[in-house]
């Protein structure tokens, strides 16, 4: 929905920031009268606050997602030779890129890997999945689902 509207989105976040600069001068340069000056104080100190955490949390937000604290599931395509992996096993396998998105798209993970057919599995990836280059992953064979993480 969001992305129906672009420019009416950025109208109302520049037409935001404009009210909030006016807010901000009006506050604290006292040029509202005592009636309103309380409210307009508040309202400018709430949304202060709000601003400060909002880009404190967003470069924390970044930091964590690239250190591999945050684990993603995706159905990605395995080759491997299931009847030489028990459940719990760990092994090492190298990932590649996916041609439709821009994440993770296959993960070989046995010699000649390419002669077994792909097997379509949940893998959850501790780690980044951007396709900014080739990855070793050590991954775990769990009873439902694959987990992998970067070497």
């Known amino acids: 929905m969001l992305n129906d509207y672009p420019v009416l989105i950025a109208c109302l976040i520049f037409g935001g920031l404009i009210g909030f600069m006016v807010l901000g001068y009006l506050v604290s340069n006292n040029k509202l009268k005592p009636p309103l000056l309380k409210p307009a104080t508040a309202i400018y100190t709430f949304f202060s606050v709000a601003f400060v955490l909002l880009i404190v949390g967003g470069i924390a937000y970044l930091f964590v997602e690239n250190s591999g604290w945050i ?6 395509s395995v080759y491997v030779k299931p009847e030489n992996w028990m459940t719990g096993e760990i092994k090492s396998c190298a990932s590649l890129q996916s041609k439709e998105r821009e994440e993770i798209g296959v ?7 390419m002669l ?14 951007t396709t ?20």
């Open 71 to 76: 684990p993603r599931t995706r159905e990605v």
């Open 107 to 113: 993960l070989l993970c046995d010699q000649n890997q």
């Open 116 to 129: 077994f057919e792909p097997h379509v599995l949940q893998v959850r990836f501790w780690g980044p999945i």
């Open 132 to 151: 900014d280059r080739n990855k070793e992953w050590k991954r775990t064979r769990e009873p439902a689902s694959l987990t992998c993480r970067l070497q």
